[in-house]
């Protein structure tokens, strides 16, 4: 068990401070002039490259062939939109801030999978949900000007697209690999954000550019680790883990831009936090006790 067990837990815990460091680079793109459309691009760019070359080295290239092409083009446009939300989030907010409300993804999982699924969800689950909102009207303050209402706005509108992805993943995902996926979306993603970074691309120094390849292969990276890591470790033991990323928001945000969360981040969060990691127990409750009724009448 323990065989599994660590590699999953580090492979998670390694995908969180790279999409942390992926993060970071994002903000240290702009600052150095780049524009959303280039950083967009060369995040998909990049990481079309390295995921292409770990496939290619292992199971091979032929490995990523689908009969489901509509099903991935589907993903891919909810994919890039989510993209653009969460980096512009990302852009607009503090790290730590951004950060936070990128948590509320698992609450907006919950409540359409009732809504368009229909998945049995009792009290306890909405109760959580209820209490998640709650950390995010903490950490918002509605009136309180707490953090920019556009950066907050387009958080949750990231968070509430990454839910769907969520719920697309699962139906993709009984009949095609994890990195199957990954890569379709790495590619395909590639034609819309082509067209847009030609209409912004700019000149830019050196330091820009390398920060700009840093964007698409560290995503890249961290979007394999991530992958893996489902591989190895139920969702209900490595999604906790994501929490730590707030810990590397904070670092990387005072380090890189001299910026600390505010005090309702620090009471919110945990609120926020807590229900998610209820959340991913419950399903996991749920899923193992179908399985069991499941094996029992056969």
């Known amino acids: ?176 690999r994890a990195q199957t996926t990954v890569w379709w979306f790495s590619v395909l993603s590639l034609l819309p954000l082509g067209v847009v970074y030609l209409t912004q691309a700019q000149a830019h120094p050196l330091k820009t550019w390398l920060v700009l390849i840093a964007v698409g292969l560290v995503g890249g990276g961290a979007q394999l680790a991530m992958t893996a890591s489902l591989r190895r470790g139920a969702v209900s033991l490595v999604v906790p883990f994501d929490y730590t990323s707030l810990l590397w928001a904070t670092a990387y945000g005072w380090l890189l831009f001299g910026a600390l969360p505010g005090a309702t981040t620090w009471i919110g969060a945990p609120i926020i936090a807590a229900s998610g990691i209820y959340i991913v127990w419950r399903e996991h409750r749920r899923r193992r006790a179908e399985t069991i009724a499941a094996i029992s009448e056969e």
């Open 1 to 176: 068990m323990n065989d599994r067990l660590f590699p999953a837990i580090g492979l998670r815990l390694l995908s969180v401070g790279l999409f942390a460091t992926m993060n970071a680079c994002i903000k240290l793109a702009e600052a150095s002039g780049a524009v959303l459309g280039e950083i967009l691009f060369f995040r998909q760019f990049g990481a079309a490259i390295l995921v292409t070359g770990v496939i290619a080295a292992g199971p091979g290239l032929a490995t990523v062939r689908t009969k489901r092409i509509g099903a991935h083009v589907s993903r891919c446009a909810v994919g890039v939109i989510s993209m653009a939300f969460t980096f512009a989030a990302l852009l607009a907010l503090p790290l730590a801030e951004a950060t936070t409300i990128a948590f509320t993804t698992p609450i907006f999982a919950t409540v359409l999978g009732a809504l368009v699924l229909g998945e049995p969800t009792g009290w306890r689950r909405w109760s959580a949900v209820a209490l998640g909102f709650s950390g995010v009207l903490i950490v918002m303050q509605p009136g309180g000007h707490a953090i920019p209402l556009y950066g907050a706005a387009c958080g949750i509108t990231a968070a509430v697209l990454t839910a769907v992805i969520f719920i697309l993943l699962r139906q993709i995902g009984r009949t095609e």
